[in-house]
């Protein structure tokens, strides 16, 4: 079965560091999103992306991050200066449509630890 | 924006014993409501979903959902725990007001003790 894969499964950094959180959809979607999970907390939403651009995207996506789609495959999450708080889970996720009730597929997560 | 809150962060069962993991929608359009599992050290997995075709919604491994209107209730069941179902359990909601981002709740963490 399909599945999304997210490399790697856990990173440690240095604050003020740059980090990059690559993921690989399903190959056939088209649709692609981020979401972090703060421990303790709950899954939250980061941005959506689409025929290479932001469809939406929330209040904690702010200028440290962007997303790209490097090529065919791969779409990343990049954290450009890196900060105490950054530290959660990153889960990427990919549907094959554009409907709210489309299924979203997770990939397993990046454990991303700022020291 | 739509939300939902799951009642409970933990909830212990017995093997065998009915599940019903609680969530509450908050919304002022008809949402599109999710469950997902999540097992250690992966990613989180589509259970079912209801997308106003039926109220009772049929997922997998035995696990269904009711959406209740004059609740504002989707909460999940399970007639008989296995040590397997042991996992974290979220509620998800999407839909004109938030858009084609899921909103989670806060999760659920299920025990199954023999």
């Known amino acids: 079965e399909p599945e999304v894969t997210q490399t790697p499964s856990h990173q440690v950094t240095q604050m003020g560091q740059e980090v990059i959180l690559r993921c690989v959809p399903i190959?056939?979607?088209?649709?692609f999103y981020w979401y972090r999970q703060i421990l303790g907390q709950k899954v939250e939403f980061l941005v959506s992306?689409?025929?290479?651009?932001?469809?939406?995207k929330s209040e904690i996506f702010d200028d440290q991050f962007s997303v790209e789609r490097p090529d065919g495959s791969n779409f990343t999450l990049k954290i450009r200066s890196t900060k105490l708080e950054d530290s959660a889970m990153y889960f990427c996720?990919?549907?094959?449509?554009?409907?709210?009730?489309?299924?979203?597929?997770f990939g397993p997560g990046t454990r991303l630890l700022v020291l | 924006a739509q939300s939902v809150t799951q009642l409970g962060s933990h909830v212990s069962v017995s093997e065998g014993a009915l599940v019903l993991l609680r969530c509450n929608y908050s919304?002022?359009?008809?949402?599109?409501l999710f469950w997902y599992v999540q097992y250690p050290n992966q990613g989180l997995q589509l259970l079912l979903k209801?997308?106003?075709?039926?109220?009772l919604v049929k997922g997998i491994n035995g696990f269904e959902a009711e959406f209740k209107k004059s609740e504002t209730s989707f909460h999940l069941t399970k007639p008989s725990a296995h040590m397997s179902d042991a996992a974290e359990y979220f509620c998800?909601?999407?839909?004109?007001?938030?858009?084609?981002?899921?909103?989670f709740g806060k999760g659920t963490s299920l025990l199954v003790t023999p």
């Open positions: 996720a990919s549907t094959g449509g554009r409907l709210m009730q489309e299924t979203q597929y």
């Open positions: 190959s056939n979607h088209l649709y």
């Open positions: 992306f689409y025929n290479n651009e932001i469809s939406e």
């Open positions: 919304s002022s359009v008809p949402p599109y």
């Open positions: 209801y997308t106003s075709a039926a109220t």
């Open positions: 998800a909601v999407s839909g004109p007001n938030s858009g084609y981002a899921l909103n």
